[in-house]
């Protein structure tokens, strides 16, 4: 009978995870997404959308689908999904395996200011006047009412209904983006300072290279602490490890 996975999605390494085990008869794949954004990209397996219904309800469905391994393929900053992964897996007995991709390092020449959280990062803007390119989710953008002396500019995949910054320019794009389009992008506003998570990867990484030859500044959010997990942070790590979960060397943690 084929092993059942299920991947918790919504990041691109999730998507190729999906689309290279796709084609396995031995295996029957399918990928959870949350349902945050309106495009739901196809990922060539079975798909579900939607919360769970919190640990419980995660649980009942690894019991309910059989699922022999559950893969959390989750953005770093969702970290309640990954929290109710790894209790989920307590409670049922679920193999867990996380997929985390590492988080930027500083770099020669990056001006990076690291904070917490939102609210920390409108602290940091300071009170003087800034030109701020946002590369937040839309839910994050809420904080940034109590600093409207600051310009923005707000970019986010699914279009910003609730306008309430003053002086800001919104945009809607999905990345991956390339650095000639984030360098034309905060040229053509000015833009002197960067406010973005600790997201890791390549697809988000353009924006803080071309802050650094701009010599803007980085207000970096970090990621949050999740519990410990078997790790991997790379799509084949993961391949390796669903083929031999017992002995993959890859897989660090618990
Ligand atoms: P979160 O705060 O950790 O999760 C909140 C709740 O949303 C979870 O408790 C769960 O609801 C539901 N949920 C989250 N991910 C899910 C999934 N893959 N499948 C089914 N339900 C899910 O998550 P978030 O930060 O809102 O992120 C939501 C999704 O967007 C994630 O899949 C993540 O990979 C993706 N994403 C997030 C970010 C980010 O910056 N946070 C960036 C890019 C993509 P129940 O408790 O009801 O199960």
Redesign the pocket.
Known sequence: MARRILI????TE?RLLAGRLASRADLDVT???????TAIIDHGVAM????????K??SDWLEHEGVDLLVD????????????AVAASIQTGVRLLALRRPAWTAELGDRWTEVDGVREAVVALGGGRRRVFLA??R?EIDAFARAPQHFYLVRSIDRVTDRFLDDAVYIEARGPFRADDERALMASHAIDTVVA?N?GGDAGYAKIAVARELGAEVILIRRPVLPEARTVETVEEAMAFVDHPRTSAAARGV
């Open positions: 918790l999605g919504g990041t999730a990928v959870s997404l949350a349902g945050r954004t579900r959308v939607g919360g769970f219904g919190g640990i309800g995660l393929a989750t953005h770093p900053f969702a970290d309640q999904m990954s929290r109710n937040l989710g839910q998570r997201s």
